[in-house]
């Protein structure tokens, strides 16, 4: 599958903001709602941390549905995020856009696809700086892209915010070591 082909169904047109943002060298696009957090994890847990990432543990961690296309994030995966319960299931619809894995970075960023309630990119890195500090960020730009994520406004901006200090917080308890 060639990069257009990953891209083609794509439901904005700024593919791959998140990668340079998620590190700190570069914005995310403007006319968007912009999400950044970072979080600083325990040094030791850089492999085991970016690993979770990865193989969509640390969204299973937090009780989110992932069906995926492949055990772990490559460009070009396709995933379905499933939020909420029974007939409350939202379900979101995403393509990795790109993904990192060497001895500084793991992470992947995912675009929204036709059916997802936002268009837009969010990106998971766990990274690992100069001075050997280990870092897990949460990059996203995003607008409403169905009637009742317009309507609920800030509430979507809230849940964002929250599902990004979740992620940190599953994270360190999937990476905190064995007493």
């Known amino acids: 599958m060639t990069r257009d082909d990953r891209m083609a169904d794509l439901t904005y047109p700024e593919v791959g903001a998140t990668e340079p943002a998620v590190t700190g060298h570069g914005p995310l696009p403007a006319g968007y709602r ?3 957090h970072r979080a600083e994890l325990d040094p030791a847990a850089f492999a085991a941390a970016g690993a979770a ?3 969509w543990r640390m969204h299973r961690a937090m009780g989110i549905r992932i069906t995926a296309s492949a055990p772990r994030a490559a460009a070009g995966v ?14 979101a619809p995403c393509r990795v856009v790109w993904a990192v894995d060497d001895d500084r970075r793991a992470g992947f960023g995912y675009g929204t696809l036709p059916g997802h309630p936002e268009r837009g990119e969010e990106a998971f890195c766990v990274e690992r ?8 960020t949460v990059a996203a730009f995003s ?8 309507a609920a406004g800030p509430l979507v901006v809230a849940f964002q915010h929250g599902y990004a200090r979740r992620c940190a917080a599953a994270l360190r308890r999937l990476t905190r070591p064995a007493a």
Request: proline letters at 6%; glycine letters at 12%; hydrophobic letters at 45%.
């Open 34 to 36: 912009h999400l950044r």
């Open 53 to 55: 990432v990865l193989s």
């Open 143 to 150: 607008r409403p892209d169905r009637w009742f994520t317009r």
């Open 78 to 91: 396709t995933v379905v995020v499933g939020l909420g319960v029974g007939p409350v299931r939202l379900s």
């Open 129 to 136: 700086d100069d001075a050997g500090r280990v870092w897990f």
